[in-house]
């Protein structure tokens, strides 16, 4: 039997005590390659985020063979902060940190992997580089690069390729498919489809509750996607629909 990395037990995770992802069960083998699926708002991002340890279960419990200081996670662009006047070479060390610790110093030898991390991705000479100075396809690579540096052997994406050029989308994807090689746990939040069944053996489906997690082929069915897209379809009647009195 494979071993499991990480098993959700019949997972809730809550906002305020409404729940955002209902009783989830199931697990991420050790070294599998897994998308999440699922509609805005169905819940991938929290899930995401109660893997890490960020959210707490409201109910059930996530076990984990890798201690979590052994993830490295990449969330959702809109929550990184762009704006911190630093540079290129400071974001990709920072990698370093999660292992040396913050007060383990990045020595010379840390250097030379950012650098070496640097034209993995692809952004060979643009160490001096201010962060906020670069386009979104570029900051994402070095986001990659610090992943690559990071050396976790559980990694999570959330939408690591959404509003990214098709080129570096491609680039990037090779470094997931190098690390799923590596024997690493990939888990990563995709929109596009195509992706997922092109390079994702593994899927889990979900729209507040579980639609299915397994092979893509088994999951990514047409009859699962219509019903994650009828219950999207409850969540939007709560929302306002009209602005203005009647
Ligand atoms: P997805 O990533 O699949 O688009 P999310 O996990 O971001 O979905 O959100 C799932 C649900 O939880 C949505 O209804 C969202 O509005 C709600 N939600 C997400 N983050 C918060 C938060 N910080 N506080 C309250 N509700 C939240
Ligand atoms: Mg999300």
Known sequence: ????????????????RHPAVHHVSGSLARGSLTAIAGPNGAGKSTLLRAIMGELKPAEGEI????????Y???PQAADINRRFPVSVMDTV??????RAGAFGGIGRAERRKASEALV?????GFE???????SAGQFQRTLFARLLLQDASVIILDEPFTAIDSRTTQDLIDIVLRWHGEGR?????????????????????????????GPTEEVMTDQNL??????AERWDDNAPVCEVPA
């Open 1 to 16: 039997m494979t071993q499991a990395a990480i098993s959700l037990e019949n997972l809730t995770v809550a906002y305020n």
């Open 63 to 70: 076990r984990r063979a890798v201690p979590s200081r052994d």
């Open 72 to 74: 490295g996670y990449l």
């Open 93 to 98: 060390v920072t990698g370093a940190w999660k």
């Open 120 to 124: 993995a991705v692809g952004l060979e």
């Open 128 to 134: 001096a580089r201010p962060i906020g100075s670069l």
């Open 185 to 213: 746990t990939v888990v990563a939040v995709l929109h596009d489809h195509e992706q997922v069944r092109q390079h994702f053996p593994q899927t889990l489906l979900i729209a507040r509750e579980l639609i299915g997690w």
């Open 226 to 231: 219509k019903r994650a897209r009828a219950l």
